[in-house]
């Protein structure tokens, strides 16, 4: 046994190592994943047979007005949360000083990030609330009656994503500013010996040298707005009327609600294949800089 | 027409005072090397003059214009830095031409500057590759190659050489005093090697905790070095210093006491201010050294180590009760160094001697208190 | 640096700037900064509106009092942490076997497996929500801890394992090398050097997949029922049904929600953001 042992644990180890969280993670994580695939053709109310119905739930799906209202609403989703790179990147030049009380302050610039997308959708809620909100004490300042952001089906989603990207431009902002603290000092002072400034700096010298931040800022911003479930289902659960739900939203209503889990898995198999085109794109960079590295 | 002019620069990092109001004038055409240990703040001077940073007080003129609040890309300077600083996502081409392309210039302007350049740092072949293709003396052809193409008044170099093999870094030094030559422009160059400084500067400027020590020639500051700092700094093997006290002063000179040794007699310069009774510093080159009782001044000693380096020859000696103080091996050894291949034994004793002529007298506060040395020794 | 920096012989502007900062973040933590206030206000107060203005009455005590005692917070509290500290614990344990082996042990297909970590974590958490649900009812852990639990480890596993891979590789290879060399076991070279030299990594890892697993409240809805296991953040939204007008209320067990992970994030700041950009940037 011991010889035995000592022969193959340079290979056994690693393997038996590997293997609980390997394990766990393939039959939870990718093993669930692929069966909302097969339960997609099936008609299932969670808790008795399934009914074998090939695509007609993508058939169903294709006709619903509500799908194309989450659809529309995951591309609003999607182009506003592509504001928190650029905003992020804002905040974090503004912080990056070296002034007494900046550390405080940049941490303090973090906070939304800790904070849960619930008690983020809660005080937002109430940040929007037409009678009380701050929202609306600003517009009387202006003699203006506060629109019910909330509970207007045009603006509503707007809305959920501003509160939403309130957390996400947060952490935009920390991976900037990792990136701006290991800008190379040398590259930026032969910039200004070639005598660039201002925007032509920018350009130039210091975003090609935050491309590989930048790229992660905006993948996991797509990933966020994709997979966007909390601040709906908090600020407005899905309305007024459906306008606001995404993908994520609806497919959790119909399944739990509606019972419709076949339904659900049909919506859910969409919003994979909308996100593997994500995921294809982050891997393939991910792999090359492995390679490049 | 002096090319830079550096009036009281005067620079603190918080408490720590980097630069204390330094004078310096360079004329048109000269190469000068900056020299000192590390943290001496000889990278920082090169920075205020680049512009990169800032001075609490005082004035910087480069070509006659005060340029001390003027932006780097506006001083009419180029800079070669230590890690080249290549723009990474740029072709080599659009490295050296990036200067000309902020100030706007045509395009076929850029161009013809660029392949100028690269001809003469014989680089033409790479212009479309990008940094990370090159080796790394292909790089630093084309961080000097940017800073040609910008046809600067002046040149500013931070350790350029610093990231190069050895055999390489003697290419480049004689490429880039070649380069002087053919261009004529004023070159200012920071290095912590003395074979670079004492090869390629017209002048050295020796810094110090943010002083100015001494500038002069190599020759000038090897033969006539104004204090202990730049005679130890400059040299390798460094000069052997032994302590000792005066026991007589005449008008020119002074007998000195140095222990295992008879007294010596040293000439002293005009205007040395020494006492009888003062501690004083010997210092000895170590080529003044001979073995063999052919010296005046001469004691026993015994060899501790022999370092055959083929053209010459170095030998660590236990000469106490004669002993150095600050040496580069951190014994009190002294080092002599001889003009060839010789046969000396480890531990064996020997008889070694110099002249009191060759030797250097520093006073208490580090000045030096012998007089003029010739510059090139006829031998 | 870019921004160029302000040069510290123009104090005023310095202070200027600091200034014109602190407007922003001012601006920036407003609605953070009214649920504060909020928390501290009277019911009289919030029925009147006023909410902006100073408080009438400060009653901090009453208000968070009227939590613990009128509400199941505190019960959803102590879940939260009947959930979380194992989760956490076990992620560590599971992702430091997992990024060593992936780091220092190439076999063919490590590539594959390690982009199935990474790949997955990145997947809408929605897309695997029925088969999940379907699983823990299955097993008969639906509406326990250890269906919370047990997601999270999983899913979370997926992220640890990309950031302690990532770290275990940046460790020279030398010192592997040198343990090899000196006859040490890959478990000796596990417990023996690994285990020591991760710990800054984990420290950070730890503080991250708290917070994440603390602020989760899709897999709270989904998996959970009772209020024996809801953890806090679906307890929040529940309790925002039941307090309608309340708002000073509602609003001191939404602050009693945040403190945990901003306590973490200020105890361990350093960690958090280094942690975060480790896990992200070399990514």
Not at chain 1, 4 to 22: K, M
Not at chain 2, 40 to 61: M, R
Not at chain 2, 311 to 323: C, F, H, I, K, N
Request: charged letters at 15%; aromatic letters at 12%.
């Amino acid at each position: 046994m011991t010889i035995w042992w000592r022969r193959h644990r340079n290979w056994l180890t690693p393997a038996l190592l590997l293997a609980p969280g390997l394990f766990l993670f393939l039959v939870v994580i990718i093993w669930s994943s692929l069966e909302t695939f097969w339960i997609s053709f099936f008609d299932w109310d969670g808790m008795g047979v399934k009914t074998w119905v090939g695509l007609a739930n993508y058939r169903e799906l294709l006709d619903d007005p509500q799908f194309y209202v989450s659809l529309k609403n995951n591309l609003i989703w999607l182009l506003m949360f592509l504001l928190a790179p650029p905003a992020g990147l804002a905040i974090a030049f503004l912080v990056n000083q070296k002034i007494a009380g900046m550390r405080v302050m940049k941490s303090l610039f973090f906070m939304p990030l800790v904070l849960a997308t619930v008690t983020v959708g809660v005080i937002f809620t109430w940040f929007y609330d037409p009678t009380f909100g701050l929202l609306a004490l600003l517009f009387r300042a202006f003699g203006a009656e506060a629109p019910a952001l909330l509970s207007n089906e045009h603006l509503v989603t707007f809305a959920v994503v501003a509160s939403a990207l309130w957390p996400q431009i947060a952490f935009c902002m920390v991976l900037f500013l990792a990136g701006l603290n290991n800008l190379d000092e040398e590259l930026i002072g032969a910039g200004r010996v070639d005598g660039a400034r201002g925007l032509a700096m920018l350009w130039h010298v210091v975003l090609p040298q935050l491309t590989q931040v930048a790229f992660i800022a905006v993948a996991i911003t797509i990933v966020g707005a994709l997979r966007s479930f909390d601040a709906i289902s908090v600020m407005t659960a899905g309305g007024p009327f459906g306008s606001s739900t995404t993908l994520a939203y609806q497919m959790y209503e119909q399944s739990l609600f509606s019972y419709r889990f076949g339904y659900g898995a049909a919506i859910a198999t969409i919003l994979f294949l909308i996100m593997a085109v994500f995921i294809a794109w982050y891997l393939r960079g991910l792999i090359r800089a492995e390679k490049g590295a | 027409m002096n090319s830079v002019e550096l009036i009281g620069l005067d620079k603190h990092y918080g408490q720590y005072h980097a630069l204390k109001s330094l004078d310096l004038t360079i004329e048109k055409g000269e190469f000068i090397v900056m020299v000192g240990p590390s943290g001496c703040g000889k990278s920082t001077l090169l920075k205020t003059i680049a512009g990169l940073e800032t001075v609490d007080t005082g004035k910087i003129t480069i070509g006659g214009k005060d340029v001390t609040r003027a932006e780097p890309g506006d001083r009419g300077i180029a800079m070669v830095f230590q890690s080249y600083a290549l723009y990474p996502h740029m072709t080599v081409a659009e490295n050296m031409g990036f200067g000309l392309r902020m100030a706007r210039r045509p395009k076929a302007e850029i161009d013809v500057a660029v392949r100028r350049a690269a001809d003469i740092l014989r680089i033409t072949e790479q212009l479309d590759k990008l940094p990370k293709q090159l080796s790394g003396g292909q790089r630093q052809r084309v961080a000097i190659g940017r800073a040609i193409t910008r046809s600067p008044d002046v040149f500013l170099f931070d350790e350029p050489l610093s990231n190069l093999d050895a055999a390489l870094r003697t290419q480049m030094r004689v490429e880039l005093s070649t380069l002087h030559a053919e261009l004529g422009s004023t070159m200012i160059y920071v290095t912590h090697d003395q074979v670079e400084a004492m090869t390629m500067a017209s002048r050295i400027v020796v810094l110090n905790k943010g002083a100015i020590e001494q500038v002069g020639s190599p020759l000038a500051l090897y033969a006539n070095p104004v204090n202990r700092f730049v005679a130890g700094f400059l040299g390798a093997p460094r000069m052997n210093f032994i302590e000792g006290t005066t026991t007589e002063v005449g008008t020119d000179d002074a007998l000195v006491q140095l222990a295992g040794l008879a007294p010596l007699r040293i000439a002293l310069r005009q205007g040395a201010t020494v006492k009888t009774g003062d501690p004083v510093t010997v210092g000895i080159r170590p080529e003044a050294f001979a073995v063999g009782g052919s010296k005046p001044a001469s004691c026993p000693a015994r060899v501790r180590l022999v370092e055959n380096l083929g053209r010459e020859t170095v030998v660590y000696a236990d000469a106490s009760p004669l002993v150095t103080s600050g040496s580069d091996t951190g014994t009190r050894n002294v080092t002599i160094q001889l003009g060839s291949a010789v046969a000396v034994a480890p531990n064996s004793e020997i008889t070694i001697g110099f002249d009191p002529a060759d030797a250097y007298l520093f006073g208490s506060d580090g000045a030096t208190l012998t007089p003029a040395k010739p510059e090139i020794q006829s031998r | 640096m870019y921004p160029r920096a302000i040069p510290e012989n123009r104090p005023l502007s310095r202070f200027a700037y600091g200034l014109l900062v602190a407007l922003v973040l001012a601006l920036w933590l407003l609605p953070l900064f009214a649920v504060i206030m909020t928390s501290f206000r009277s019911f009289d107060d919030v029925m009147a509106g006023n909410y902006w203005g100073w408080p009438s009455k400060i009653q901090v005590f009453e208000n968070y009092a009227a939590v613990f005692q009128q509400s199941k917070m505190l019960d959803y509290f102590l879940n939260s942490l009947i959930i979380t500290i194992p989760s956490t614990i076990a992620v560590l344990v599971l992702s430091t076997m997992t990024g060593f082996v992936l780091s220092r042990y190439p076999f063919p297909g490590a590539m594959v497996i390690f982009a199935l970590f990474v790949g997955g974590n990145f997947l809408p958490q929605q897309i695997m929500m029925i088969p999940i649900r379907d699983l823990m009812v299955a097993t008969g852990l639906y509406d326990t801890f250890w269906a919370l639990i047990l997601f999270h480890v999983a899913f979370q596993t997926g992220f640890a394992t990309l950031f302690m891979r990532n770290f275990i590789a940046a460790l020279p290879s030398e010192l592997f090398q040198a343990a090899r060399a000196e006859g040490a076991s890959p478990w000796q070279t596990l417990i023996h050097i690994v285990a020591p030299l991760v710990r800054p990594a984990l420290a950070a890892l730890a503080i991250l997949v708290f917070t994440f697993i603390w602020n989760d409240y899709f897999w709270a809805v989904v998996l959970t029922q009772s209020d024996a296991v809801k953890p806090v953040t679906a307890g929040l939204s529940n309790l925002r049904g039941e307090w309608v007008s309340q708002w000073n209320i509602v609003s001191a067990a939404t602050i009693l929600v945040a403190v945990p992970p901003v306590l973490m994030f200020f105890l361990m700041q350093k960690h958090f953001i280094s942690g975060l950009t480790m896990g992200a940037v070399k990514g």
